[in-house]
């Protein structure tokens, strides 16, 4: 009887380890709540750097522009019920029309896109949006997706590389441009900013460009 | 070594029956009141044994496969618990083997529920019904004949020199 008592605990005790050491290994989930929202400020300081040491995306030093930004953004950031995160707007020297968002709430915007934009109204639109990828953590999924949780937090430089590259190329999915401009729109309310300036932007980028 | 003879279902009294469904019972409000606290499930879960004990072998055997797959459960729990605690403080990651941690707690939590249940309703049929290993330990913690100490051949002496 012992033996098989003992023979049944040894069972036991692989059947569970083998669950630990399996989901341990081989699954690794695609939650974004699992990268706290410190650490994805952490990991966004070094993207931000490391981008905009790339010629392409040049920090464009314009402390006029810089503060009109700041002022529209102040007024979304009011507009948001407790966020959890620190915004961080940087215009880059870029003839380009684009706007893309790093970890940690971090939102580039090119001075093309200044340039493009008619009215503050339509600016206050771009930045609504990309805060919707912000809150709604599409930045920090998307590099799940593509990286995997355990690379994306190693540190490692060929994967900081990697993941800037990653950043200003691929785009999110469609449920989630969705999902971000939905936010944009809200949020463009609560701020008293007329939301039709979101269509009015996005009829006029796609007759010039798409946007991420 | 030798065993108890086993009772038949017939041979069981009701109220026998109910104290023995009773126990798992026992256990699930006991597991649910100290998952902070493992400590005081348990001590909760001992002294739920200890006065159910002379109710007979049935509702001991049932109480005893209870209170050993609780045990195990509860410090799987309490480990989750200081673990998750920890991460949060350090700020650390919620993968890996934290992850793997987790779903096996889980899976721990399930299969003694479902055990729980499906023990409980043999107890108040009157059936034996052995839980992996657990099953097994306590029929061999309450049917074992242990051996008699004799008195009549004990003589006191004296301490060593
Ligand atoms: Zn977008």
């Known amino acids: 009887m012992q033996r098989t008592i003992l023979r049944d605990l040894l069972v036991l005790l692989g059947v569970f380890g083998l669950i630990w050491l399996v989901f341990s290994l081989f699954s690794y989930p695609e939650d974004p709540q699992l990268i706290s929202i410190h650490k994805e400020e952490k990991l966004g300081e070094v993207y931000v750097d490391l981008i905009l040491l790339n010629p392409v995306f040049g920090e464009f030093d314009n402390s006029r522009v810089d503060s009109a930004v700041r002022v529209i953004a102040d007024r979304l950031e009011e507009g948001l019920e407790d966020s959890e995160y620190n915004y961080h707007f940087v215009v880059f020297d870029s003839e380009m029309i684009n706007a893309f968002t790093v970890p940690g709430g971090n939102i ?22 990309e805060m919707g990828h912000v809150e709604e953590r599409h930045v920090v999924s998307r590099l799940i ?30 449920k989630q441009e969705e999902e971000a401009d939905l936010f944009a729109a809200k949020l463009l309310e609560t701020a008293s900013i007329e939301p039709r300036s979101l269509a009015t932007l996005f009829r006029k980028l796609g007759r010039r460009w798409t946007m991420n | ?103 096996m707690v889980a899976t721990a939590n399930l299969v003694y529920f479902i055990f729980s249940i499906v023990g409980a309703v ?17 029929y061999h913690q309450v049917y074992r004949i242990r051996p008699e100490r004799d008195q009549s051949t004990f003589s006191n002496r004296p301490p060593r020199q």
């Not at chain 2, 108890?4 to 409000?29: N, S, W």
């Not at chain 2, 043999?122 to 306590?138: D, H, S």
């Open chain 2, 1 to 103: 070594m030798d065993y108890h003879p086993l009772p038949q279902p017939d041979q069981i009294e009701t109220r026998v029956k109910e104290d023995a469904m009773g126990a798992y019972f026992m256990m699930f409000a006991t597991a649910a009141m100290g998952l902070p606290l493992p400590i005081l499930n348990l001590v909760a879960a001992i002294i739920y044994y200890y006065v159910n004990r002379d109710k007979g072998r049935f509702v001991q055997f049932h109480t005893l496969q209870s209170l050993y797959s609780q045990i195990p459960v509860t410090l799987l729990n309490s480990g989750l618990v200081v673990w998750t605690i920890v991460n949060f403080a350090r700020d650390l990651d919620f993968f890996g083997f934290y992850w793997g941690y987790l779903v």
């Open chain 1, 145 to 174: 997706k593509e990286l995997g949780i355990e690379i994306l937090t190693s540190g490692d430089q060929y994967v900081i590389g990697e993941v800037s590259e990653l950043l200003t190329s691929t785009s999110f999915d469609r």
């Open chain 2, 122 to 138: 043999k107890a108040r049929k009157g059936v034996f019904y052995y839980f992996l290993f657990f099953g097994k330990l306590a």
């Open chain 1, 108 to 129: 580039l915007i090119s001075t093309g896109l200044l340039a493009f934009c008619d009215t503050p109204e339509e600016l206050a639109a771009v930045i609504a949006h």
